[in-house]
């Protein structure tokens, strides 16, 4: 039976990388894989930890990605940057379309990223936060399958449609928020399935549209967005600029694709990055320390930022390892030794 145990990032990214290599992934796509699961798991993000390992295995045992994609770069003057990610996962095309973003933005102000015929199962805040750390401000977005409904509906139409940003701050952490536009994540109604607990209220409605707390009933029917109105405008704003605008799936069709919800989605997405500097040139001003004056300004009220709590854990993440249960080191043994089998 195995033990629970601590282990570095390192440790458990030869791990993962090693699962995804076995069951055909090549290294283009495995590293960067496994670098945002990893990322999960040592800033406690379970639900986009090595819970996803699964998901992935199954879409790739059901046909719906690419385990040899290569994705391809196109770059010309304009601030549109384009990765074909060639069918395969996201990360990859993001880690090859990153710098030429970077480069670009710091040029011109401003410039976008778009990433066609991914693949996506990882949180937005690891990309939102790269180009933080490259000093550049920075927006990410993505539809997903139909799982969400409209305010006013009760059938699934939106994805949860997840909605990242960045602000660079000198000398430590950057600030970012991530979100999807539902009032929680697929993965957290599929983590309370998982163990055995109801959903709090207003997350979902059943098949019949009647509001739920039952995370199969929930998961049969459809989940809510944030924010009633407003939550359900952001989230076809989503649809309309990660998918219409650069001419791919939105959530419907993401899920006429697959046909299922059990496996991760199909579509693109958008990541828009802004040099501060840039910016504010004309101006005169410091825009990053101007921007320090309101973050004083909010924790002088006893208010947290957003994602302090997952540095907090990254921090104890790295002085004393992350830490995996005996049933997340048993999954993880079963994915290494069956492979696809074990799905």
């Not at 003057?77 to 990765?83: F, L, M």
């Not at 180009?131 to 927006?139: E, F, N, R």
């Not at 004056?293 to 006893?302: K, M, R, S, V």
Request: with cysteine; aromatic share 6%.
């Amino acid at each position: 039976m195995s033990a629970a145990k601590s282990v570095t990032s390192a440790e458990l990214t030869e791990t993962v990388t090693a699962i995804f290599r076995k069951i055909g992934f090549n290294a283009t796509q495995a590293g960067p894989m496994a670098r945002v699961i990893v990322a999960g798991e040592r800033d406690a993000c379970k639900s986009h930890g090595i819970y996803r390992i699964e998901g992935c295995l199954r879409t790739l045992k059901m046909g719906k990605v690419r385990p040899d994609a290569q994705p391809v770069l196109h770059v010309d003057d304009s601030a549109i940057i384009r990765v074909d990610a060639g069918f395969g996962y996201a990360n990859a095309a993001f880690e090859l379309g990153a710098p030429a973003l970077a480069e670009r933005a710091k040029k011109l102000g401003l410039a976008a990223l778009l990433i066609n015929d991914c693949t996506h199962f990882s949180a937005l805040w690891p990309e939102v936060e790269a180009l933080a750390d490259m000093g550049l401000s920075a927006m990410a977005m993505c539809p997903s399958y139909a799982s969400v409904a409209p305010v006013g509906g009760s059938k699934p139409l939106f994805g949860t449609n997840p909605f990242a940003f960045a602000w660079p701050r000198a000398g430590q952490h950057p600030y970012v928020f991530d979100f999807a536009t539902s009032v929680a994540a697929r993965g957290e109604i599929e983590l309370h399935r998982r163990a055995g607990t109801r959903l709090p209220e207003g997350w979902a409605v059943d098949v019949d549209g009647k509001p739920t707390t039952d995370p199969d009933a929930a998961l049969a029917g459809a989940m809510l967005p944030f924010g009633g109105h407003k939550g359900s405008a952001i989230s076809t704003m989503i649809e309309l600029l990660a998918g219409v605008m650069i001419g791919d799936l939105t959530s419907p069709e993401a899920l006429d694709y697959l046909g299922t919800t059990s496996i991760a989605p199909r579509h693109g997405e958008l990541i828009l990055a802004f040099s501060p500097e840039r910016f504010a040139a004309t101006r005169g001003a410091n825009s990053l320390s101007r921007a320090e004056n309101l973050f004083e300004a909010i924790i002088g009220q006893g208010a947290r930022l957003p994602s302090q709590r997952r540095f907090a854990a990254r921090a104890q993440s790295e002085a004393t390892g992350i830490q995996l249960t005996a049933d997340e080191c048993a999954q993880l043994e079963r994915f290494a030794r069956l492979g696809l089998d074990a799905i």
